[in-house]
């Protein structure tokens, strides 16, 4: 039985207009599963319906076993954390992460104890003094996140909480968090539209789009095998060019191009004669400038490289071939290559995915 | 330092243009001349003590003080949910709401006094003092809409939203978390409010009548038929009673951070 279940859940703003339409899920106990998907695909919605900020249009939810469809927000216990923090800017450090306490009626050794459990939880003890205004974003954010978890809330919801902060305190942060919500146990939904924060963090990813789920599947599962193309570009399949399927056996497509025959793994629906769309990562293809370094790949399509970008670990090339503009990731320790240069794009067998059109 | 010179010229007209007015008054109230005149000649507080003895001024103090209190408690009292309601939740006619709580500020003031006299007094009897604080109500609430409004924006929902999720009623929220943040909106309404409805002359004008006149309304009066510097005397214990009243609030509640 899982812990918290969606069903055929709907919700919208406006009648006949759902944001997200008939959603069905269900998350175990204890699990972090986030939400990932571009901006208007729905996850802040969903997010918000668990909440209780927003009614449910149809559909029902269930969180251990209870019915929650149209209990209240503030009769749900569950811990918010918000992308503006929305901590409240007239109290206190230790009155923030009080306030859901009080307001449970807590006696006071008790709620001080929790509350200073829950700062020094987030590495904020000394802070209880200070206003929101005096403290930094990540710091703001942790105040957030004590206040949320301090009421032991069933269920913790964070919508997009890092996506204010810059890239090297989101890292930092991600972790804590992570951390924090392992030691708790509690069961989490986490928004974001950062496919490596889903990736980083997650138990397993809700991959969604224009309202319903694409995929769902643990983070290595959806990064190595997108379901769909939608998934495969989000996943970073940043190259992709169209086919003819000839044949598919074995879960392997056999896909003509104006370039020659390639196999390809072939997605959910492919099947014979089906027009295919066919997207690899940078990373999975090669570029030799001889033919006698052709490696043993499945498709080699010449081309001439427009741009070279050195970005650190590896370089990046853009080729531009009778297929299409590819980008191609090299790692810099190789030889490098000039601008202008011919070269063969020589895609690595397997990392190649055929998606119906 | 050249480029500095156009804003002080216009400082300095600027404050001409606001602090004169204040202090012909100021200067002629002290004046020994029987009429107002300025520049006055000799200097005498007897104008002031004349002021003061004048029974009409003082009951009209008295009236006028009651009227803005109350009025403006009113108006807060109406305006502040209006405004919460109509920043907040998403209805049909919200809008609407919004023009018409606006509305006695683009509609001259006498049409507004002239309207309450015929359709509010003559119509259903309703005796001079409560029709009063009816009207001034009426006058005060645009601003207490509008300013509370003004803070609300400053507030995200977000914010409002977390203390639901922590388990705040819709009515704790407002008490615990909205209110103590749109404070400074709700004082400086509340001052402004004060003001305008002691200062106002148009909708009192319809509104007074035998034994019941506000002080500004007892003032035109007298000013109809006198013209000596009691009038001055009285308006500079206003000035200084408006600035009083502001200063207080200032020192009490912390209100300059509104107006920042």
């Known amino acids: 039985m899982a812990f918290l279940a969606l069903q055929d859940v709907t919700i919208g703003y406006q009648q006949h207009t759902p944001i997200v339409d008939g959603l069905n899920l269900a998350i175990d106990e204890g699990e972090l599963v986030s939400f990932l998907g571009p901006s208007g695909c729905g996850k802040t919605t969903t997010l918000r319906g668990i909440a209780g900020f927003v009614h449910l249009m149809r559909g029902s939810l269930t969180i251990a076993g209870s019915n929650y469809t149209t209990t209240p927000a503030n009769k749900r216990n569950i811990g918010v954390v918000f992308q503006s923090y929305a901590l409240f800017p007239h109290l206190s450090v230790f009155e923030n992460v009080a306030f859901g306490l009080r307001l449970r009626r807590v006696n006071n050794t008790e709620l001080r104890r929790r509350v200073a459990e829950a700062l020094d939880m987030v590495g904020l003890s000394g802070f209880e003094t200070?206003?929101?205004?005096?403290?930094?974003?990540?710091?703001?954010?942790?105040?957030?996140?004590?206040?949320?978890?301090?009421?032991?809330?069933?269920?913790?919801?964070?919508?997009?909480?890092?996506?204010?902060?810059?890239?090297?305190?989101?890292?930092?942060?991600?972790?804590?968090?992570?951390?924090?919500?392992?030691?708790?146990?509690?069961?989490?939904?986490?928004?974001?539209?950062?496919?490596?924060?889903?990736?980083?963090?997650?138990?397993?990813?809700?991959?969604?789009?224009?309202?319903?789920?694409?995929?769902?599947?643990?983070?290595?599962?959806?990064?190595?095998?997108?379901?769909?193309?939608?998934?495969?570009?989000?996943?970073?399949?940043?190259?992709?060019?169209?086919?003819?399927?000839?044949?598919?056996?074995?879960?392997?497509?056999?896909?003509?191009?104006?370039?020659?025959?390639?196999?390809?793994?072939?997605?959910?629906?492919?099947?014979?004669?089906?027009?295919?769309?066919?997207?690899?990562?940078?990373?999975?293809?090669?570029?030799?400038?001889?033919?006698?370094?052709?490696?043993?790949?499945?498709?080699?399509?010449?081309?001439?490289?427009?741009?070279?970008?050195?970005?650190?670990?590896?370089?990046?090339?853009?080729?531009?071939?009778?297929?299409?503009?590819?980008?191609?990731?090299?790692?810099?320790?190789?030889?490098?290559?000039?601008?202008?240069?011919?070269?063969?794009?020589?895609?690595?067998?397997?990392?190649?995915?055929?998606?119906?059109? | 330092m050249k480029e500095a010179r156009f804003p002080r010229v216009m400082l300095v007209v600027l404050m001409v243009f606001l602090l004169a007015p204040f202090l012909i008054i100021l200067i002629a109230s002290f004046g020994d001349n029987a009429s107002l005149r300025f520049p006055p000649q000799g200097f005498t507080l007897q104008w002031f003590r004349d002021a003061l003895d004048q029974r009409m001024f003082v009951r009209g103090f008295y009236l006028s003080v009651q009227v803005a209190v109350v009025s403006t408690l009113l108006a807060l009292l109406l305006g502040v949910p209006l405004a919460y309601a109509t920043s907040r939740y998403n209805f049909t006619g919200k809008r609407l709401i919004q023009v018409v709580a606006t509305l006695p500020v683009i509609v001259p003031e006498l049409v507004l006094g002239l309207a309450l006299l015929r359709y509010l007094i003559v119509a259903t009897n309703l005796p001079l003092r409560p029709s009063l604080i009816l009207g001034h109500t009426t006058l005060l609430i645009p601003y207490t809409v509008r300013i509370t409004l003004a803070s609300l924006s400053n507030l995200p929902y977000d914010i409002e939203q977390a203390a639901i999720s922590l388990g705040a009623t819709r009515l704790e929220t407002f008490f615990k978390v909205v209110l103590p943040n749109i404070r400074d909106g709700v004082l400086t309404s509340f001052v402004l409010a004060f003001i305008l409805s002691f200062n106002n002359v148009p909708v009192s004008l319809f509104l007074t009548g035998i034994g019941v006149a506000t002080l500004p309304i007892q003032m035109l009066l007298y000013m109809e038929y006198n013209f000596d510097p009691s009038i001055a005397a009285l308006s500079t214990l206003l000035i200084l009673f408006s600035t009083l009243v502001v200063f207080i609030t200032e020192r009490l509640l912390g209100i300059s951070r509104a107006f920042k």
């Not at chain 1, 509690?186 to 990813?205: F, G, N, P, W």
């Not at chain 1, 060019?241 to 000839?246: D, E, I, L, R, S």
């Not at chain 1, 080699?300 to 490289?305: E, L």
């Open chain 1, 130 to 357: 200070r206003l929101p205004g005096q403290l930094s974003g990540g710091q703001q954010q942790r105040v957030a996140m004590a206040r949320a978890v301090v009421i032991e809330p069933q269920l913790l919801l964070l919508d997009e909480p890092l996506s204010n902060l810059d890239a090297k305190l989101r890292i930092e942060l991600r972790v804590q968090l992570r951390r924090v919500q392992k030691r708790l146990g509690v069961t989490s939904v986490y928004v974001t539209h950062d496919q490596e924060e889903a990736l980083a963090l997650s138990d397993r990813i809700v991959v969604m789009n224009a309202g319903s789920i694409e995929q769902l599947g643990t983070p290595e599962h959806v990064y190595q095998q997108p379901e769909t193309l939608f998934v495969a570009q989000f996943m970073g399949f940043a190259n992709q060019f169209a086919g003819t399927v000839v044949d598919v056996s074995d879960g392997i497509a056999y896909v003509d191009t104006p370039q020659g025959r390639g196999h390809t793994r072939a997605s959910r629906g492919v099947c014979a004669g089906a027009e295919v769309v066919v997207a690899f990562r940078p990373t999975a293809a090669e570029l030799v400038t001889a033919p006698a370094d052709v490696p043993d790949s499945t498709l080699t399509i010449p081309g001439q490289i427009l741009l070279r970008t050195f970005q650190g670990e590896d370089v990046n090339y853009l080729v531009k071939t009778p297929l299409g503009e590819f980008d191609v990731s090299v790692a810099s320790n190789r030889t490098p290559l000039t601008e202008h240069a011919d070269v063969m794009v020589c895609l690595a067998k397997e990392r190649c995915i055929a998606y119906v059109h």
